[in-house]
C-alpha cells in the first residue's frame, strides 16, 4: 500500500513539475502616452501650419501609441513590439531611434530568478546590447482591487528615478520657465530654443501598477516585474500601458531567450552614450544656427 501510494505522489509531483516547465502564456499590451501638453504648445504658434500640425500630430500617434507582444513562462519573458509595415519614406534609422527612446525597438527580455534583464537597442546606427540587473521596485500594496478583462486585479505603487533615455518622462516646461530660457537664448545670440530648452525631466515618477493572482507569475510589460501575478496595467500619470488580451498555454510556443546581437553595455554605459551624443547633437545644431533636425517647435 505504500509503495502505491509513494507511486502515485511521485507521479503527481512528476505531472505538476512538467506542466510548470511547459506552461505559457502569451499577454498583448496597448502602449499610450499622452501628448495633449505638446498639442497645446502647438496650437495658436503661427510658425506652424494646419498641414504641418496635422503631419506632425500624426508622428507623435505613431510614436507615442504602441502595440506590444509579451511571451512568458514561469521564470522569465520577452518583451517586444508588434511588427508593423511601415509607410514609405516612415522607415529609417531616425524613426527606429525615436522608437528605441519611446519604450519600442528590440526585445526586452526578463529573468526573474536570476534577477537579470537583456535587451537590444539601436541608436544612430548601432546595436547595443543592454543587459543589467532587474530594477529593484518597492512595491507598496494598496488594498485596492478591480477587474481588467474579467481577471480580479490588486493595485500596487512604487516610486522610481526618471530615465533621462526615455523620451516619455519629459513634461513641457511652465510657462514662466519658458520664457526664462528663451530669454537665455537671445541673450546668447541664438534666434530660438531647442525642443530640449522647452522641457523638463522630473526627478521621480511615480508607478501604479495592476496585477492579477489569477495568473501567478511575476512578469509584466517592459522593465515591471516583482509582484505576486501579471501585471494587466501600469500608469505613470503619462504613460498607459493596458492588456487588452491574454491567452494562457497557446498551442503554439514562443522561444523566450535573450537576444544576443550588439555591443553588451550595462544600462548606466548605454544611458551615457545616449545622452553624450545627443548633447553633441544639439552643440552641433547650435553652431549651425539651429537650422538642424534636433529644433523641435511646440509653440505657447
Known sequence: MKKIFFSVTFLLAFITSNAQKDFQ?????????????????????????????????ERMKKMFEKTFILNFDKTSSIYKEEEK???????????????SMMGGGGTYYKNAKDKMYTV??????????????????????????????????????AVIPA????????RPKKEEDLKKAEEKAKAEGEKKTSFFDEVDLPKDITITAWYTMDIPVNQGPEAYWGLPGLILEVNDGKTTILCSKIVLNPKEKAEIKAPNNGKQ???????EIVMKKMEEMMEMNQGQGRRGGMEIRMGR
Open 85 to 99: 509595415l511601415d509607410a514609405p519614406g516612415q522607415g529609417g534609422g531616425g524613426m527606429r531611434m525615436m522608437s
Open 25 to 57: 502564456g502569451m499577454a498583448v499590451y496597448e502602449s499610450k502616452t499622452s501628448t495633449a501638453e505638446f498639442k497645446s504648445r502647438m496650437d495658436g504658434n503661427k510658425d506652424i501650419t494646419p498641414e504641418m500640425q496635422k503631419m506632425i500630430e
Open 265 to 271: 553595455v550595462s544600462q548606466k554605459e548605454y544611458d
Open 120 to 157: 537590444d537597442k539601436e541608436f544612430m546606427g548601432k546595436e547595443f546590447l543592454v543587459k543589467d540587473t532587474l530594477t529593484n521596485y518597492k512595491w507598496k500594496m494598496e488594498g485596492e482591487t478591480r477587474e481588467i478583462g474579467g481577471y480580479v486585479c490588486y493595485k500596487a505603487t
Open 163 to 170: 530615465s533621462k533615455t526615455d523620451f516619455r518622462n519629459f
